[in-house]
């Protein structure tokens, strides 16, 4: 006669193992871990006790793996493409020096950068004022060292492009790409090329920054991108995240997400529940239905299949997007995210390997 006992793991040793059980011979479960007299404390009422902890154990163990795996290969793409990037730079400098019979440091040296002005200053300062607890005069010198450091960054990799572009210069590396699915409120076509999926925060204020940047690559790609919108509230940084994605999975339930969508990310400052309920009041909901999703927590699944996705891949942070599968975080550029879809639209027009 045989015992059968559930285990998360297989040991080949034992008789068989299949589909994570184990069938161990008879008697087995009578094995001794302790005793109490003559009475003894067996494997099976060991297992009774701590197989829901040991599972809960190995379960934790299995994600921070799987996380530290996908950082892993995140930080081993992303080393590669920095150094192959770095490697095309130099190939079309040394070709561009030769060509001009010079030297790459002289070369190098003649770009120049434009001048940074007082209104590049103003400019600069009047866009974050609201960031910037300094007086103009103060702040000036890091302002101007700042600006110069971007206008000399701007200029030099316009002149690479540049070069790029003349010795054509394509990188045909395999980018690396994780399953990620596109589920959620969407903008733009859906037959687009080019899919994104971003998880954001809409009380982080790195993504509300990065909410303009958003839409100016929807209006600079109409029909060729698609942006697929999740959540991911980071609640012990930001105590309103989470009813702030209740609300928009509440909007979003009367076909009004995006509209709810922009003006949490313009007024980032109220973001409470009577704030969120004058938004909705504001954008047209019906307000009964909205406050009644809002304050019964009928969202709160949808934003918790978000969240668990999000674990599931790792991510620790807002804005996070994934173009087509690639993964980037951070509040990039409008020019770095053009750049990306760019080589995304390519990649779609090459013929396919044999």
Not at 31 to 50: F, Q, Y
Not at 92 to 121: Q, W
Not at 300 to 305: F, Q
Request: net charge negative.
């Amino acid at each position: 006669m045989t015992n059968v006992i559930a285990r998360p793991y297989c040991v080949a040793i034992l008789s068989a193992c299949w589909l994570g059980v184990w069938i161990l011979p008879a008697g087995a479960e009578e094995a001794a871990v302790a005793k109490i007299g003559n009475k003894i404390v067996s494997t099976e009422d060991l297992d009774g006790r701590a197989g829901a902890k040991l599972n809960e154990q190995r379960e934790a163990y299995e994600l921070h793996a799987r996380q530290l795996k996908l950082n892993y290969d995140r930080d081993r793409q992303a080393l590669l493409e920095r150094e192959l990037s770095g490697l095309i730079d130099e190939r079309v400098l040394s070709l561009e020096a030769a060509a001009h019979k010079t030297t790459v440091a002289a070369l190098s040296a003649s770009i120049r950068a434009p001048a940074v002005s007082d209104a590049d200053m103003h400019a600069l300062y009047d866009a974050n004022r609201t960031q910037i607890a300094q007086p103009f005069e103060k702040i000036a010198p890091q302002m101007r060292e700042f600006l110069e450091k971007r206008a000399k960054d701007t200029t030099q990799r316009a002149f690479l492009d540049s070069l790029r572009a003349k010795y054509q210069a394509v990188t045909t590396l395999d980018p690396a790409r994780e399953t990620v699915a596109a589920t959620g409120p969407q903008r733009g076509s859906e037959h687009a090329p080019v899919t994104i999926v971003e998880f954001s925060d809409f009380q982080c204020p790195f993504c509300g920054r990065f909410a303009p940047v958003m839409k100016a690559v929807l209006e600079k790609y109409p029909t060729q991108v698609r942006l697929v919108y999740r959540n991911l509230p980071l609640t012990n940084l930001h105590a309103n995240a989470e009813h702030a994605a209740e609300a928009g999975m509440c909007a979003a339930a009367q076909g009004k997400f995006w509209d709810m969508h922009d003006v949490m990310f313009a007024e980032q400052s109220t973001l409470g529940l009577d704030a969120l309920k004058e938004k909705a009041k504001r954008i047209g909901l019906n307000t009964a239905t909205f406050d009644e999703c809002l304050d019964s927590g009928q969202s709160r699944e949808a934003v918790l299949h978000d969240f668990r996705a999000a674990e599931q891949l790792g991510l620790t942070g807002t804005p996070t997007l994934y173009i087509n599968g690639r993964y980037l975080t951070g509040a990039v550029t409008l020019e770095e995210l053009s750049s990306l879809i760019d080589d995304e639209l390519r990649r779609v027009s090459l013929p396919a390997r044999g």
